[in-house]
């Protein structure tokens, strides 16, 4: 049974710091992306970053690069989301997530409907 368990979230200050982390365990991941989504209070799921689990490829989304770090630890079978210069706009709940790796360039990554696994999700909350 695949699960994901998230870790991490809080409260803190904006222009703080947080370390998200989502434990991965019950099958093998090498060839899936783990990806962060977000979820703000009356808005739609977006994307925030994915990593490829084998060659490490990475992707973020526009709104949090140069802020946000995804990285993974394959001996812990673990992801992280390091996130550094936290606004306010960035409270939400953050889950993390898996699917099939399909290629370098594929737009289904940005898509929170081709994930196959989500956790549970941690609360963010960032306050001016």
């Known amino acids: 049974q695949v699960q994901l368990v998230e870790s991490g979230g809080g409260l803190v200050q904006a222009g703080g710091s947080l370390r998200l982390s989502c434990a991965a365990s019950?099958?093998?991941?090498?060839?899936?992306?783990m990806g962060w989504f977000r979820q703000a209070p009356g808005k739609e799921r977006e994307f925030v970053a994915a990593i490829s689990w084998g060659a490490g490829y990475l992707y973020y989304a526009d709104s949090v690069k140069g802020r946000f770090t995804i990285s993974r630890d394959k001996a812990k079978n673990t992801v992280y989301l390091q996130m550094n210069s936290l606004k306010p706009e960035d409270t939400a709940v953050y889950s993390c997530?898996?699917?099939?790796?399909?290629?370098?360039?594929?737009?289904?990554?940005?898509?929170?409907?081709?994930?196959?696994?989500w956790g549970q999700g941690t609360q963010v909350t960032v306050f001016s």
């Open positions: 019950g099958r093998t991941f090498s060839g899936y992306i």
């Open positions: 997530a898996a699917t099939p790796f399909s290629g370098y360039d594929s737009a289904s990554y940005y898509r929170s409907g081709e994930y196959d696994y």
